[in-house]
């Protein structure tokens, strides 16, 4: 459901427990765009599952990325390329916009991620950091202090409505 709606686990509500531990396989052949594919997962997801949703809007903590003190420490792509690529411990960014690597941090920080840096253009920059299940001789430092020292970027913690899924319905899917 996070693929076909395009939002992250932590902005669905509802639904019953099972929806949350059980895990189905999905075969299916598409063809065409990004945006197809994601409404005819939602057209599945709907006829196999009953799915019922509606948007919403919560108030939810987040981070706001803006520019550190030092100012961007990050070197000038000059053009759009490959964009964030995250790792364990690592997150390399190739011709990527701010946009992008705020949408990528949300996943390891469990927030959304806003970009406030008002930095346009496209960067390339490498992020070392611990990750929380790391051990804690672990050298490197947490993730909110890598992009600190290695960025020049922070992330201010505030709140702000975020558009969340709530489930109306949801059934086990049918037998095929």
């Given at each position: 459901m996070t693929y076909a709606c395009q939002v992250?686990?932590?902005?669905?509500?509802?639904?019953?427990?099972?929806?949350?531990?059980?895990?189905?396989?999905?075969?299916?052949?598409?063809?065409?765009?990004?945006?197809?594919?994601?409404?005819?997962?939602?057209?599945?997801?709907?006829?196999?599952?009953?799915?019922?949703?509606?948007?919403?809007?919560?108030?939810?903590?987040?981070?706001?990325?803006?520019?550190?003190?030092?100012?961007?420490?990050?070197?000038?792509?000059?053009?759009?390329?490959?964009?964030?690529?995250?790792?364990?411990?690592?997150?390399?960014?190739?011709?990527?916009?701010?946009?992008?690597?705020?949408?990528?941090?949300?996943?390891?920080?469990?927030?959304?991620?806003?970009?406030?840096?008002?930095?346009?253009?496209?960067?390339?920059?490498?992020?070392?950091?611990?990750?929380?299940?790391?051990?804690?001789?672990?050298?490197?430092?947490?993730?909110?202090?890598?992009?600190?020292?290695?960025?020049?970027?922070?992330?201010?913690?505030?709140?702000?409505?975020?558009?969340?899924?709530?489930?109306?319905?949801?059934?086990?899917?049918?037998?095929?």
């Amino acid at each position: 459901m996070t693929y076909a709606c395009q939002v992250r686990d932590i902005q669905v509500s509802g639904g019953p427990g099972w929806a949350d531990s059980e895990a189905y396989n999905i075969q299916a052949t598409a063809g065409g765009s990004s945006a197809d594919m994601h409404a005819m997962m939602q057209t599945l997801l709907g006829s196999r599952f009953s799915l019922k949703l509606h948007r919403d809007s919560k108030e939810m903590s987040v981070y706001d990325l803006v520019l550190g003190k030092k100012g961007p420490l990050m070197q000038d792509a000059g053009k759009p390329g490959f964009g964030v690529g995250p790792g364990r411990g690592r997150i390399a960014g190739r011709g990527a916009d701010m946009r992008t690597l705020a949408s990528v941090l949300a996943g390891p920080l469990g927030r959304i991620v806003r970009d406030r840096t008002g930095l346009a253009g496209y960067f390339n920059f490498t992020i070392t950091y611990r990750p929380d299940d790391a051990p804690a001789d672990d050298p490197h430092p947490s993730l909110l202090t890598a992009i600190q020292e290695q960025l020049g970027l922070r992330l201010d913690p505030a709140r702000a409505p975020v558009e969340v899924l709530m489930i109306d319905s949801v059934s086990r899917p049918t037998a095929n």
